[in-house]
């Protein structure tokens, strides 16, 4: 069936005053389909065709609405995809930090939504630029989404749902952005490709439409990717697990630092045996040391003798007093076998997680919960996350920081030869710890590093350059895992071009926006014309 502007009109009624979108409850209906289909194509689903999908079915919605609608039905995608996809947050910290952040994220896309209602004009008269239009438009609301409120959310970004699809090899060309790029233009083919009336005329449109749409989503599997050209060196990730899931996974004082003690010590014995290749580093996760070292005794005393069993430095996670009570820092620390703590070698988290690590706006958010003061005043740390270890130089990345293309592309740059994303998911689930793994994916193709997550409770992985994954953990579980791990200098494209390809893409969509303008204006004064015509027949 045609769209009802395609339809042929009955003789006795009125011209319609323009162009005409499709009935409402039809384009809610789709909005929905939009949200589940966003949702289905991301972790732990990872149905990746259907990312375009959704991004076709939220265009078709909103095509030719009022920006008032146009808004609404965004929003309505966005309450479908990210009440679900955020619905672990709901563990940690309760229905209404859940809410409010499922709820803003779902604002910005309601924003997209709005915007590619603006467009409509322009995409009428030039349907070929649909593609690049909703292209355009959802790299700059991921964009938004990315740096606000307060620096931003990044889950649920087209780009992270490539994981096992030939589209994240482009993250090699131009990072994240590029890769949501490709998803959404050709999921502007394909509603461009459905949007039109099946006759001799539009064959040839609605081949090329097709053929793009083919395009963007399978010819980047020809991307070449190169391997890392350095030597290859042996690092042991730890996952200690914890006494129990939950925010009293530390309840029990230094119970997490004795599991990752314990397994590293059994790593010894097993290297020893010959069970195990000897590592030349291992990796302990976020939080694996539950107390701090730099100011208890006791467990520095672990560490070190952990760290001297296996004979290698260690990457511990912990949380570093301050002199001041309320302030801490989250800090990866690097601990030598026989000299101890490395101070010169410590990394403390540049994007602590608001409303979870650090209270906004914390005498009004006393008015609306008594337990705000629960939350303590995590400071953020003051440079990229390099750590020379001897063997290798390690880029450490501390948790959701995985998902800021920024904090990651800084780090590549400053020198780290591998990546690796420390991250404590004992107050989640796995759903959320399969999403970050496939940031994990994403930034070993962008950046050309071999790259691994260690996680208290898992997912743990390894992932090589081409978003390849190996020696996967299961889920709250104690497991260690060795792998070779080959070094790069080299950089690729998008570590090179940094943030330009967003820019672009960004300064682009601004001015499609402004260009749509005059069109908008010329069918306002059609339709008040056409008004006017019929109140004088």
Not at 239 to 255: H, S
Not at 274 to 298: C, M
């Amino acid at each position: 069936m045609p769209p009802p502007d395609l339809a042929q009109p009955d003789p006795g009624t009125p011209r319609p005053a323009g162009p005409t979108p499709l009935r409402l409850p039809v384009a809610a209906a789709l909005a929905v389909a939009a949200g589940l289909a966003l949702l289905l194509a991301l972790p732990p689903y990872d149905l990746w065709w259907l990312a375009p999908a959704g991004v076709a079915l939220l265009a078709a919605a909103v095509h030719r609405r009022r920006l008032r609608a146009g808004f609404g039905l965004g929003l309505l995608t966005g309450i479908v995809l990210f009440y679900p996809l955020l619905e672990w947050t709901r563990i940690a910290a309760g229905w209404l930090p859940w809410a409010l952040l499922s709820t803003a994220e779902a604002v910005v896309l309601g924003l997209a939504g709005l915007a590619a209602a603006w467009l409509s004009p322009l995409i009428d008269r030039w349907r070929a630029l649909w593609p690049l239009l909703t292209g355009l438009l959802w790299v700059a609301d991921e964009a938004v989404r990315d740096r606000a409120p307060f620096g931003g959310f990044p889950w649920g970004r087209l780009a992270f749902s490539q994981g096992d699809a030939p589209a994240l090899r482009l993250a090699a060309w131009g990072g994240a952005p590029l890769v949501t790029f490709a998803v959404a233009a050709a999921g502007g083919a394909l509603v461009a490709l459905a949007w039109r009336r099946w006759d001799r005329s539009a064959l040839l449109p609605a081949a090329g439409f097709a053929v793009t749409a083919g395009v963007l989503i399978g010819a980047p599997a020809a991307v070449p990717l190169s391997a890392p050209s350095g030597p290859a060196y042996t690092v042991a990730i730890v996952q200690g697990n914890v006494p129990r899931l939950g925010l009293d996974f530390n309840a029990q004082r230094r119970a997490v630092l004795d599991n990752h003690v314990t397994a590293t010590r059994q790593l010894a014995a097993d290297v020893a045996a010959g069970k195990q290749p000897k590592p030349d580093l291992v990796v302990w996760p976020e939080n694996s040391s539950d107390i701090d070292p730099l100011r208890n005794a006791d467990a520095a005393q672990e560490i070190s003798d952990a760290a001297r069993t296996i004979g290698v430095p260690i990457l511990v996670g912990t949380v570093l007093r301050t002199d001041k009570p309320g302030d801490i820092k989250n800090a990866g620390l690097l601990w030598m076998p026989v000299t101890g703590p490395d101070l010169a070698q410590t990394y403390v988290k540049q994007h602590p997680v608001p409303f979870a690590e650090y209270m906004p706006l914390r005498s009004v958010a006393r008015l609306v919960s008594d337990k705000v003061d629960l939350v303590r005043n995590m400071l953020a740390g003051d440079h990229a996350g390099v750590i020379d270890t001897g063997p290798l130089t390690l880029g450490d990345v501390i948790c959701f920081e995985v998902a800021y293309d920024g904090i990651v592309r800084d780090t590549v740059r400053q020198g780290a030869q591998i990546l690796a994303v420390q991250t404590n998911n004992a107050t989640f689930d796995e759903g959320e710890a399969r999403q970050q793994l496939a940031m994990v994916r994403l930034r070993a193709v962008e950046h050309g590093r071999d790259s691994l997550m260690v996680s208290t409770v898992g997912i743990s992985a390894f992932v090589d350059t081409a978003g390849g994954v190996h020696g996967a953990t299961a889920f709250n579980t104690a497991k260690v895992v060795t792998h070779r791990m080959a070094v790069s200098g080299s950089r690729t494209l998008a570590t090179r071009s940094g943030i330009w390809p967003e820019t672009i893409a960004v300064g682009l969509a601004v001015i499609a926006l402004a260009g749509a303008l005059p069109l908008r204006r010329r069918r306002k004064t059609d339709r008040t014309d056409d008004e006017d015509s019929t109140e004088e027949r």
